[in-house]
């Protein structure tokens, strides 16, 4: 069942930490972070675009990610400017998160713009892993003792941070595992 390593160059894992936590109000990325299959990273802080200025700010995220909206006024660039160099990064790529969210914020990122979202494709982390899985070994109960090993293996190696650059790299160290890249 064992195939090739799968061209993981064609994939590029992204994670944003926001604004709020619940996805069914206004919230907006803060942060957005991204890993290339060589586990180099890169990250921007996002200055609010004006429409934001007046959505729900959560302090609850503030004091998970650790990004208060003054530091977002000081330090973060402008919506335009993210979009732009995310596009430019990611372009001929996939985008890979393991989370719907990071999705749904990146199309807000985009529509601050006048898009009408992100310029490239986005696929389900887990189901790239399970297709990597399934050229690895036989039968859904080994693909998922795989894929759970991956991601605890991953996450031993990368804990989570709510960092977005940090998170995405967990993210591409779980596809690296499950691809046999990594042991």
Known sequence: MTQGVPDLSRYVALDCEASGLEPRELTFPVSVGVSFSDLTTRHWLIRPAKEWLNWPWDPAAEAIHGISRDMLLAEGLPVEQVAAELADVVAGRTCVSDSDRDIGWI???????????????????????????????SGPIAGLALIDDAVNGARRRYPPTHKADEDARTVMATLRLIAGIDT
């Open 107 to 137: 199309r807000t990122l985009y529509r601050a713009t006048g898009q009408h979202g992100a310029p490239f494709p986005h696929q389900e982390w887990y189901d790239v892993l399970e297709r990597i899985a399934k050229t690895k070994v």
